[in-house]
């Protein structure tokens, strides 16, 4: 009779045990999908930090620095609220490749799809193909030039 008795005991407490471990596996799913819909929607929606003008804040991004040392520079500074949102950003923008080092005047009212166009924008580099053909074209110019008033001499 002990033996049986221990034997449902055990099963009860191993159907416990089961029911428990489905609880907790379908509450961190439950809360991992959360997380994960809160940064894809904040990933396109994140608002300024401030509206309105806001404060202007000079930063200066290194050309060692990481995308993660961007984003904890510009939450430790008041840019963004969250550093590893500005990295998933980031990586997700068209400025991705256009982002340089430099000293940058930003403001907590731009979202950081502004700050990141200012920061494109600023770590500009001149295009020197173009400068270059603008030299060859003036000479070019100044050929055709020669050759029209040696036109004008024959005649």
Do not use: C
Not at 11 to 34: D, L, Q, T
Not at 47 to 61: D, F, K, L, M, Q
Not at 98 to 116: A, H, K, N, Q
Request: no cysteine.
């Amino acid at each position: 009779m002990k033996t049986s008795t221990l034997s449902v005991i055990g099963a009860v407490f191993g159907a416990i045990f089961r029911v428990g471990v489905v609880v907790f596996a379908v509450y961190a799913i439950y809360n991992g999908a959360m997380l994960a819909y809160d940064y894809g929607y904040r990933i396109f929606t994140e608002p300024a930090v401030s509206a309105g003008e806001g404060r202007s804040i000079t930063v200066s991004v290194t050309e060692d620095m990481s995308p993660v040392d961007i984003g904890e520079l510009f939450e430790k500074k008041g840019l963004v609220r969250d550093g590893r949102l500005f990295v998933l950003q980031y990586y997700l923008s068209e400025f991705q490749k256009d982002v340089g080092p430099g000293i940058f005047e930003l403001s907590t009212s731009m979202t950081v799809e502004e700050m990141m166009k200012a920061m494109a924008d600023a770590t500009e580099k001149p295009e020197e193909p173009q400068e270059d053909s603008s030299k060859e074209g003036s000479s070019a110019g100044s050929s055709s030039r020669e050759g029209s008033s040696a036109g004008n001499r024959t005649d």
